[in-house]
C-alpha cells in the first residue's frame, strides 16, 4: 500500500512531523508519497505559481498518478495542517473521483474555519509568535524567487516581504496569486467545517481541544455527527502537530504516529474487508440521506451501520 502525505504550511519532506508519519508507515510496511508544495524543499520554482489552501490541482495530479504508476494497490492519503486543508478540498470537490481512488484519508491539525484559525493565531503571546515564525518563512519563500516580481503581477514584492502575519501576507499575496477579491474571499473558499457533507473516502481527523491555529469551539463535532464519511477524535492536549508523550519525547514512537499507522494498517491491508464492508455500509446511508425527500421518514441504518458511523471525541 501507498499513503500520499501533505506536510503544513511551510513543510516538506524533511519535517520531523513528516518524519514521524514516514516511520510509522514504514514499520508496518506501508510506502510513502510526500507531495511537496511548489516552491517548497529545495525544488526550483519553474513557473510563476506557488500554492494555497484553496487549491487542489496539483494534488490531483499527483493522486491519478501514483495511481497509474501503482494500478493494483491500495492509496491513503494524510494532510497536515495547511496539508489537510488542500486534502479536505480535493476530497469535497472531487469527491467521486477521490473514491474511486483513494480507501482511506486522514487529516492532522486542520484548521477548519480559516477565518477563526487566523485569528486565533494572531492572538498574544504563543500565538502570535508561531504566527510571525511562519509568516516570515512565507517571506523566505517567496522572496527567492525573481519568477514572481514583475510589473505585470497584482502584487508589490517589496510591500509583501513587509509583512508580519500570515493574514497580512495572504492579503498581500496569496489571495491576490490566485484571482481572489480579497483575503476573506479566499480563506471561505479554503475553509472546510461547511463541507463535511460533499465527502465520500472514509475520513478520520485528529485535533487537540488546545491547537493555537483552531479554537476548541470552532471544530465542527455537529457537521461530523451528521457526516457519513467523517470521524473527528480530539484530544484535550496536542497543541499543533503536537501530541507528544513522556519525558523525553522521540518522533519514533508517539500518538499522532501509532493512531496514523493503526488506521492505515486497518484501512490498507484490511485481509478480511471490515474496513471495506463499514465504507459500503457508510456510502449507503449517505445515499439513503441525500436521496430522501425533505419530510418524509428515511431508512434507518442497520445497527452495524449505526456502530460503524457514530462519531466520538475522547480526551488525550
Known sequence: PIIIILPGLTGESQAEYIKCLVT????????????????????????????????????????????????????????????????????????????????????????????????????????????????????????????????????????????KTIKQFDSAFTSKHFGYKDVDSYYSDATLHNKLHQIKVPLLCLSAADDPFQPLEAIPVKAAANSSHVAILITARGGHIGFLEGWWPANKDQYMGRLFSQYFSAALFDPTNDFYRTAQLMMEHNLTTSTSVPGSPTTKPSMAAASAIRKKSIPF
Open 24 to 163: 510509522a508507515a514504514n514499520r508496518i510496511g506501508i510506502r510513502t508519497v510526500v507531495f511537496t508544495n511548489r516552491g517548497l524543499g529545495g525544488v526550483a520554482l519553474k513557473t510563476p505559481r506557488l500554492y494555497c489552501a484553496s487549491n487542489c490541482e496539483d494534488l490531483a495530479e499527483v493522486v491519478k498518478y501514483v495511481k497509474q504508476t501503482h494500478p493494483h494497490v491500495r492509496i491513503g492519503a494524510t494532510g497536515i495542517s495547511m496539508g489537510g486543508l488542500i486534502l479536505g478540498n480535493y476530497l469535497a470537490r472531487h469527491s467521486d473521483e477521490a473514491k474511486s481512488i483513494l480507501t482511506a484519508a486522514k487529516i492532522i491539525s486542520v484548521p477548519w474555519d480559516v477565518h477563526k484559525g487566523c485569528a486565533s493565531i494572531e492572538q498574544p503571546i504563543l500565538n502570535n509568535l508561531l504566527g510571525r515564525h511562519l509568516a516570515s518563512s512565507l517571506c523566505r519563500t517567496v522572496s527567492k524567487y525573481d519568477i514572481l516580481r514583475g510589473e505585470e503581477f497584482d502584487w508589490d514584492m517589496n510591500q509583501v516581504l513587509q509583512n
